[in-house]
């Protein structure tokens, strides 16, 4: 099916108008209105939302092809205004959105639920799992269907969308802030990792990395996509897995070969699929390049695979085209054909394009999952370090009754601005 702005963009607008009716009348949505918020797909393919919609002749400067949204954007902007409790809100409400455009596109579902499925296959269960770029959650809902029993701590910083998650996973932990404003604590916390993390070339804050004697830490602050990865590892057990949809960029770039090298030290590769450009088309709009790397956190690795040799250079080729050493031939590609030509940034690029839905694109990708995951999934690894049920019953206890202590010493206090009413406690995320 194409993609429908005037869809999106409606579905969108009624999701963030249910979100703010929950917030107002303390309440959980109920299963007609958690379809709608399901739904809510970002505003990656609806860039007119950047465009003026103050008055009537705002309408003037906007394309031919736009012009019948204008009165959609002109309700968005009233109603975050009239659920704003000024005009400081309402501006970081609608900011907040603007600097998603670049960042969010959603991944198919089908697509998450053979990742879910290829773990469950090979054994693995994670208990602790972290989406740190979630979105509508996404992720979070293919691995709790698949595994009901994990603990899932999810970030988004974009406010609305946010705010749409929460009333997703009300039962969960869910920040509104950006996976960078993580603590400490959380290191060598969680099983699985796993998201659809932003795409573009934006620069991260962290005063722990930027600060870092460890140059490839202060380097991946500016890239989002490279700092991910760094973040993700470090916040995974022995053993644990990470599986991000990213941008081509990460295998691609040769800027990007020390960020490679610092991946390899610290985890195995357990499997790295070029994705086809049409995959998120009919969530997005639009046709990006996209890689799924899964890692293995691994700190003792002594040698490198000859695929993970290869996963660390990348090569320029006559057509100008930047391609990852991984990829001798189509064969790590979901397609049914490519062709030269630009990717979404403008620079020579190969574009593949999967003809058989996502059906087909799923069906693709598990045959290339699960042959990665016999080869190169280290279950003693995984298993050596996992928490036992009784080590997650005691830990959950202590848990319970550190929530219950601090809440008896916080009563009077009002959450700070800086956590959105969250705080982290010792050994657990809340």
């Known amino acids: 099916m194409a993609y429908n702005k005037k869809v999106h963009l409606q579905t969108n607008i009624e999701a963030i108008r249910i979100a703010f ?208 990865f760094l973040k993700g590892v470090e916040t995974l057990r022995e053993g644990g897995l990470l599986a991000f949809i990213t941008s081509q960029g990460v295998m691609n770039s040769q800027n990007n070969e020390p960020v490679r090298e610092w991946l390899m030290k610290n985890a195995s590769l357990v499997s790295a699929v070029r994705l086809p450009n049409n995959l998120m088309s009919n969530n997005a709009g639009t046709e990006v390049g996209s890689d799924l790397i899964i890692l293995q956190k691994n700190s003792n690795k002594t040698s490198l695979t000859t695929e993970e040799q290869a996963f660390l250079k990348s090569r320029t080729l006559s057509s100008g085209i930047n391609i990852n050493n991984y990829f001798q031939d189509f064969s790590r590609v979901v397609h049914t054909r490519g062709y030269p030509d630009k990717d979404l940034y403008g620079k020579p690029g190969m574009i593949f394009i999967h003809e058989g839905g996502v059906q087909g694109m799923a069906t693709d990708l598990k045959t290339m999952l699960s042959d990665d995951f016999s080869k190169n999934l280290d279950m003693k690894l995984y298993l050596d370090n996992a928490i036992s049920p009784v080590q997650q019953q005691a830990e959950n206890s202590d848990n319970q009754l550190l929530q219950k202590n601090w809440k008896k010493s916080t009563q009077q206090s009002k959450p700070s601005e800086k956590t959105n009413g969250m705080s982290l406690l010792p050994n657990v995320l809340t």
Request: proline share 5%; glycine share 4%.
């Open 21 to 228: 009716a929950l917030d107002k009348e303390k309440r959980r949505a109920t299963e007609a209105e958690r379809s709608v918020l399901q739904q809510y797909s970002g505003f990656g393919g609806i860039k007119c939302i950047l465009n003026p919609a103050q008055t009537e002749a705002d309408k003037a400067s906007w394309k031919k092809s736009d012009v019948d949204l204008f009165p959609m954007v002109v309700d968005l902007h009233k109603l975050i205004h009239e659920n704003s409790r000024d005009e400081n809100e309402y501006k970081r409400y609608f900011n907040s959105l603007k600097s998603s455009i670049l960042t969010a596109f959603y991944t198919p579902p089908e697509i998450i639920k053979t990742i879910s499925d290829t773990l469950k296959d090979n054994g693995i269960a994670p208990v602790r799992f972290l989406e740190p770029s979630a979105g509508n959650g996404a992720f979070a809902d293919a691995f709790k269907q698949t595994f009901p029993n994990n603990e899932t701590v999810c970030f988004e910083k974009d406010l609305l969308t946010g705010k749409i998650l929460s009333h997703l996973h009300p039962d969960d932990k869910v920040h509104i802030r950006g996976f960078e404003e993580i603590e400490n604590r959380p290191d060598n916390l969680f099983d699985m990792v796993a998201s659809n993390i932003p795409f573009g070339d934006t620069a991260v804050f962290d005063v722990s990395f930027l600060k870092s004697n460890d140059t490839v830490k202060r380097q991946a602050t500016r890239s989002v996509h490279n700092y991910f």
